[in-house]
């Protein structure tokens, strides 16, 4: 397949193209994630997540731009909301980094969650497959931003960034459990707002009792990402929990049971997709709901049923 070559040789075009295969399921893109898989695993993935309005799209800006002074080619997956209702995503995290799309070294795709919780998009995934296998030394993910269930991320990222900013109601809702654990690094952003030095405060008081980084202890970095302010040392950061995890086998580990969590969500996917399939077919799938809509079975004896008649 030429788009498939012309991925690999670092064709923006053909790495456009196979995203959008790949995010709206066309037939062919089961083909391409097939053949650039072997070229994947090389790309070091970052993972960017936090509370809206925490400043996340300029910190991927402002570090997408710190990693191309190191000269690294960067891609960037930003995750955008989608309406229950219309199905439409804004998309508008790019428009922050309007400037870095004159960047050739640079590639940001804006994608809509499409229904999906935990602030990532279903193709998640595959589209950070997709830019590793196109060449991409670093590829930054950043969520949607609707806190306490952005935990996703750490299953896609290598490091995992936890953006704060001071003055969030209380300060206990911004580390809830779940976006606690997840972060291997802190970043307090806005460091230049009141109330930065007890936000700090407390998040060091709640790694203490943390008993899940043992090893490794999140550290906490000030940054005022609108005027580039403490960047560098964020981005030393990032490099030195690489080089950690690399030294202690914990990259491998996290990539094993990233590959074991895909094989079961793909798996889940595939049976569902085939049950659905052949129920409607057949028109038992709308027998079935008005019978569990009128108490005459019960929901769980249904699926019961339908798993036994299709995966006997």
Known sequence: MDIVKDLLAGS???LSRAITA????????????QQIYPHTGNAYVIG?????????STLTDKLAREYRRRGKTVGIVAIDPTSPFSGGAILGDRIRMNELTLD???FIRSM??????????????????????????????????????????AKTADTTLVVLVPGLGDDIQAIKAGILEIGDIFAINKADREGV???????????????YKVDW????????????????????????????????????????????DELIAMLNSQIGRYIINKMTVSGEFDQLIKQVEDREQDPYTAVDGILKAVLR
């Open 12 to 14: 923006r075009l053909a």
């Open 22 to 33: 790949v995010e709206n399921e066309y037939d062919h893109a089961v083909q391409i994630m």
């Open 48 to 56: 960017i997540t936090g509370p809206p309005g925490a400043g996340k």
């Open 104 to 106: 050739e070294g640079v």
């Open 112 to 153: 809509g969650t499409r229904g999906s919780l935990g602030g990532l998009s279903h193709k998640t995934g595959e589209v950070v497959k997709l830019m590793d296998a196109a060449g991409k030394d670093i590829v930054i993910v950043e969520t949607v931003g609707v806190g306490q269930s952005e935990v996703d991320v």
């Open 197 to 211: 030095d007890r936000l700090n405060v407390e998040l060091e008081m709640m790694l203490d009792l943390n008993q």
């Open 217 to 260: 202890r999140p550290p906490i970095k000030k940054v005022i990402a609108s005027q580039n302010q403490g960047i560098t040392e964020l981005a030393d950061t990032i490099d030195k929990h690489a080089a950690w995890s690399e030294e202690t086998g914990e990259r491998v580990v996290r990539r094993g049971k990233r590959v074991k």
